[in-house]
Nanobody
């Protein structure tokens, strides 16, 4: 099992910035990627950004150029710097850890962007 603990959500005005953190513990040696997903009210959960253990990353088109995902292998932690936030970024953000065929999820952290 893998445990994920998120932090860093909150409320910010449009144009502001937030940094999310996700610390992983447990059976992390077989993980091949970590990432952030989000779910807004009435919408499906969507991938925001993902980074592999090899350091490759990919982003949703809606956040490219504004969000940056990074990892600290020594701390088993992944971060997501979110800049130029927009009201449409408002959602619950979930950290995810991937092993082949398995996703582990954090509890979620609320991000609210006011206009």
């Amino acid at each position: 099992q893998v445990q994920l603990v998120e932090s860093g959500g909150g409320m910010v005005q449009a144009g502001g910035s937030l940094r999310l953190s996700c610390a992983a513990s447990g059976s992390i040696s077989r993980l091949n990627a970590m990432g952030w997903y989000r779910q807004a009210p009435g919408k499906q959960r969507e991938l925001v950004a993902r980074i592999t253990t090899g350091g490759s990353s990919n982003y949703a088109d809606s956040v490219k150029g504004r969000f940056t995902i990074s990892g600290d292998n020594a701390k088993n932690t992944v971060y997501m710097q979110m800049n130029s936030l927009k009201p449409e970024d408002t959602a619950v953000y979930y950290c995810a850890a991937e092993r082949v065929g398995v996703h582990y999820w954090g509890q979620g952290t609320q991000v609210t962007v006011s206009s």
